[in-house]
């Protein structure tokens, strides 16, 4: 198989590397990928957004298969356009990727399939003088968020009427999440604990992945600014039998269902955040493709050959795979961030350390060292290129997460750049006692 993988980051550094175990698979390309990536992988300068480039790439190169990393290529229809040419793709046509792309929508599809989340109002621009007098009468905390992608930045949560107000202002006067902030949802605001859950799916059959924990904000104890992701694992232990039965029953099976009834084609990975309490998960947020850092977790832990199982994705015929393993183990990945991220930061920083982690000594060693964001300068030293620098993954097979954890932290104290900035406490809450279940 020759594959095309879009998308540049350690989450797709992940998917390359998964597939690259694979005897099936006799090339990778990946657009546009990283230093690292380029160690395992061809990179090509292809815009992943580029529909067309897309298509002109994998009909040139006779790809058997394109693999989308991100959500933004879903969402501008690089999955009807490849589609339409019978080159299989994972990931979900542009009316099924709305469940991303559009808040409002995937709020509406949830409340048209009775699919369990926060209770919400929509508004758009023209409706500001409603929308002001709703936030009068709403419930405090809530929370207000732009309809389109904003990269996981698009969301304010207020605590008081002026709060709301003010957010109000900064999304429609000033337009602060852009064209993304045309209309918002606002809506309930729920407590509890957070998971992410992947169902990997052919539209039809589908089964679950690893579940994981990410670690948004950027200082240690969940403090100060969201970002993409600060470190995850896996399995995350809240997420109980009883609560992967509940998600399936009630949210992942009347989604695929109502996926199908409204003619939305979805292959691939359909991301569930979910907010656990009282013993019931609810959906905070549907993606259209891997967590970034949830990959890097998730991926090591599938026994499996991850090209078959993609490409019985793509190509509707994943029941006979069924069900998809996973190692007995657990899986933590430290995110090693650019000094200031996720405000402005310096790029340009050489990394030194990473010779220790060649391939066959990350297998030896449970270890592996996703690169996020990272150059190679003409000396054939790795320089930091953006926010999120590294994803420092490791597999253990302790019963205590907190070897997986340390190994991981291990593996992190070996590698420096100018400014490198990581979480000390990634795994930590893991160990926290559970929400107590009350009625
Ligand atoms: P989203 O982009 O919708 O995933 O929101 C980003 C983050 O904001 C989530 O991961 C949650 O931590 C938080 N969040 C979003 N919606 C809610 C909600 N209704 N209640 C509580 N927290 C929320
Ligand atoms: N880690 C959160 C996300 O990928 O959306």
Same mark, same amino acid.
């Given at each position: 198989m020759r594959i095309l993988v879009l998308g540049g980051g350690a989450r797709e550094h992940a998917i390359c590397w998964k597939l690259k175990?694979?005897?099936?698979?006799?090339a990778i390309f990946c657009a546009p990928g990283n230093a690292g990536i380029a160690n395992i992988a061809e990179t090509v300068e292809l815009i992943p957004t580029d529909v067309k480039a897309v298509l002109g790439f994998a009909m040139r190169e006779r790809i058997d298969l394109v693999v989308v990393g991100p959500e933004a290529p879903l969402a501008a229809g690089v999955a009807d356009a490849l589609d339409k040419e019978h080159i299989p793709v994972f990931g979900p046509r542009k009316n099924a990727a709305l469940l991303e792309s559009s808040k409002a929508f995937a709020k509406e599809f949830m409340q048209r399939h009775d699919i369990p989340t926060a209770r919400y109002a929509v508004f758009s621009f023209e409706d500001q003088v409603e929308c002001r007098a709703f936030l009068r009468h709403v419930n405090y905390p809530a929370v207000i968020k732009a309809d389109g992608l904003a990269a996981g930045k698009g969301v304010i949560i207020c605590e008081t009427e002026a709060e709301g107000t003010h957010a109000l202002d900064e999304i429609f006067t000033h337009r602060i999440f852009g064209e993304a902030g045309q209309r918002i949802v606002i809506e309930e605001y729920m407590t509890g604990d957070e998971a992410s859950i992947f169902a990997i799916t052919d539209g039809i059959d589908y089964d679950l992945l690893a579940t994981a924990q990410d670690h948004?904000?950027?200082?240690?104890? #969940?403090?100060g600014k969201n970002t993409g992701g600060m470190g995850a694992y896996a399995p995350a232990a809240i997420v109980t039998p009883e609560i992967i039965e509940q998600v399936k029953r009630e949210i992942i099976e009347p989604a695929l269902k109502g996926l199908r009834d409204e003619g939305r084609i979805y292959r691939g990975i359909l991301y569930i955040g979910v907010m656990i309490a009282n013993g019931r998960a609810r959906v905070v947020e549907f993606n259209v493709r891997f967590g970034d850092p949830e990959a890097e977790v998730v991926l090591p832990l599938l026994d499996g050959d991850l090209a078959e199982i993609f490409l019985a994705c793509a190509e509707g015929r994943l029941a006979p795979l069924l069900p998809i393993k996973q190692f007995p183990a657990s899986a933590v990945t430290i995110v090693m961030a650019s000094q200031g991220y996720p405000d402005s930061y310096q790029t340009g920083e050489v990394i030194t350390g990473?010779? #220790?982690?060649d391939q066959k000594k990350e297998i030896e060693q449970g270890i592996a060292v996703f690169h996020g964001a990272t150059k190679l300068d003409d000396r054939g030293r790795f320089l930091t290129s953006g926010g999120r620098v590294l994803s420092v993954t490791a597999v253990g097979y302790?019963?205590?997460l907190r070897h997986t954890i340390t190994a991981a932290y291990n593996a992190v104290s070996q590698i420096s750049f100018n400014g490198a900035y990581y979480r000390?406490?990634?795994?930590?809450?893991?160990h926290r006692t559970p929400e107590p279940r009350t009625a």
């Open positions: 175990q694979s005897p099936r698979v006799a948004k904000r950027i200082f240690d104890g #969940d403090r990473l010779d #220790d982690f302790e019963e205590d000390s406490d990634i795994g930590k809450k893991a």
